[in-house]
């Protein structure tokens, strides 16, 4: 791996990661910024691996 990736994933990696299996159910929530509004979008799935 490149040092420039390595440096990207250092700053962005967070600092608790789960334990997360196949079949799981996991739910994910996000912000969204568009211009001056803001919304959050979630949303739950199956994990497939």
Do not use: C, F, W
Not at 10 to 35: A, L, M, N
């Amino acid at each position: 791996m490149s040092s420039t990736v390595r440096e990207l994933s250092e700053k962005y990696k967070k600092p608790h990661v789960v334990d997360v299996r196949s079949g799981d159910t996991v739910r994910v929530h996000q912000k969204i910024r568009e211009g001056n509004t803001q919304a959050a979008l979630r949303s739950a799935g199956l994990l497939v691996v």
